[in-house]
């Protein structure tokens, strides 16, 4: 069984730090497999990563290690850790880039990477993706223990804080996270927090507009109209059928959104 | 022999949509080889992916498998396929996507996905790529045969009206079908319309512009010039040696195009 | 183990050009692994891919295959080739593609491609890479000789104008490369011209403004501030911490750049 790695990087597509960082993988594991999750995190974006690790670390197969290398901090004190939870594995930088997916898990084995041994031998400033944590991800791959790349200690990883929606009152109050490439408002808004038989009554406000009741799917509303409805990931998504909502209302993230209008919310 | 699965998709890169789908089939199959065709088909654009499907499909490997997820219609009741023709597999909406390469292809077998046995346990409304199209491919990339995922039956394929060249008495009448990423400008002119022997002497029109002779490269004319030839689909493409057509004619997708000028067209 | 096959191209991520040579690939070696360096090579632009190809060589495992196709004279009389030099193969156009990865390896072997046998059968005027090249690196990686796919001579590879910094008198003279997607200006001064004791004293000096000193890494100076530093290419590198030098030094490549202001410079 060849191993995955998985890859989630600010690096973009056009340069070749990526691909260094493959070559590296490789001269050391020819057999992993290695998977791009995307090289387009906004730069240093710690935020957005620890997103998208929270979406996909749990359907790649058991032994999965996923690199993330989101990293303003190259070059600082900083730690680089590896974390073993709940079966899943993870090489970055502790610098909340992991603390979505461990808030849902149990806590779990934390490693801070010490053992230059599994390093490059020239480790750069400023490159530390290539230099220490690829290696350390291959040398894993190849059944090491997770011990073996440093010391165990007892500090928990670094938390940023969450973006938590809120009931007050009869209302939630609650957060545009980011837009995605269609154009879709991805929301804080967990599925939880709307009953599915209250779903049809509510009234969802950002922007100044309003939207009754929330669906589950897209083509709930005629083409180009827009819709409120709970998206893949479980959360409450605001999208146009067939449009950007993005454009549609100007939003891209950061903006307030409301949930209003019905006794059983709140 | 690991089996190859590749994906075609309008989810970007910014996103972890297709990466979801790439862990979902990799627990399921971890032998699977994974090969990104796109995933910048413009968002819903289900004509441009039928012509990308079109473009990659014979050159892969026999029992390659291509995942299409250009899904403007999820949540619908649009149907999921799973299709073999020519010894072509293909996973994808039934929304016209395979329309442009079942259009070269005899009748295969057509099987609507209908078993929720190879689906993920919770399908959500919004992302059938991974809750269902992924699975799906995976399953059937472990050796399964196509009958085990639905039921057969006689209906074909929905069919997108195809946009043809049309011989006009001494004309040739066609379209800009889009611009690549070099500013070529792709046409739906076959080169089976356009006789070898008469490609020096035709005369292309197109915004105002003219082209003399269909040459067969691109260094056939200087740096900076407009130059009309066959490119490596077999179509008709108007270029700018080193530079981009789409800019110099302000050109990407739905224009007419005209090929003139000689008794031997039409 | 399964070999490598890297792949670096100007296609753009939108077409199916970079897919169609990988379904090439896998048709002739289904085991090949394929590693995606970049397709966002600036359409055409041998200079950039020099570059990439120079950076990425040596990190791959030995075996390692890189086919370069950035080929603005597909269809003129220039050679294809197969190289061989210090362990590191490469298939690409004779443009001057690998003329930075062989200016500091020893001579190799170099084999002009010219036997038709492990071609395509049609060879397009427009596609090289899909017809030609993607063949030969796919044959080439299930064992076969070099010599197999042409024959040697004594030319030389084509060579592109190296851009080199110049110490002039007392001062350093060099150039921004490109920008990376960082923002972070990439020259082409050389860490060995700037010894490690003399970098704190240096001055640097680009589109008007000063910077004090070369650190070893971005955080060396406050968030939002210029630094200059060795990057992890071993060149000097001008960044923004937690920002885009580019953007605020509207720089993205060709412009001057000078150290000045030490006795040891020089």
Known sequence: MNPVITLTTDFGSKDSYAAQMKGVILAI???????????????????????????????????????????????????LVGVEMAGLRFVAPDNGVLSSVARRCPPGRIVRLSNRKFWRPDVSHTFHGRDIMAPVAAHWSLGLDLGEFGGADSRPL?????????????????????ADAFGNLITNIDESLLPAEHRPNVKVRLGGGLIHGVESCYAAREAGELVALIGSSGRLEI???????????????????????????G
Request: charged share 20%; proline share 7%; glycine share 12%.
């Open 29 to 79: 594991n020819p057999r992993a497999a290695l998977v791009d999750v995307t090289h387009d995190i906004p730069p240093q974006n710690v935020r957005r990563a620890a997103a998208i690790v929270d979406e996909i670390a749990g359907v790649f197969p058991a032994g999965t290690i996923h690199l993330v290398v989101v990293d303003p901090g190259v070059g600082t004190d900083r730690d």
């Open 239 to 265: 999208a146009v059928n067939q449009g950007s909502a993005s454009r549609r209302l100007k939003m891209s993230g950061g903006e307030p959104i409301e949930i209003i209008g019905h006794a059983g919310v």
């Open 158 to 178: 670094v938390a940023l804080p969450e973006s938590v929606a809120r009931r007050e009152g009869g209302r939630i109050a609650g957060e545009v996270l980011w």
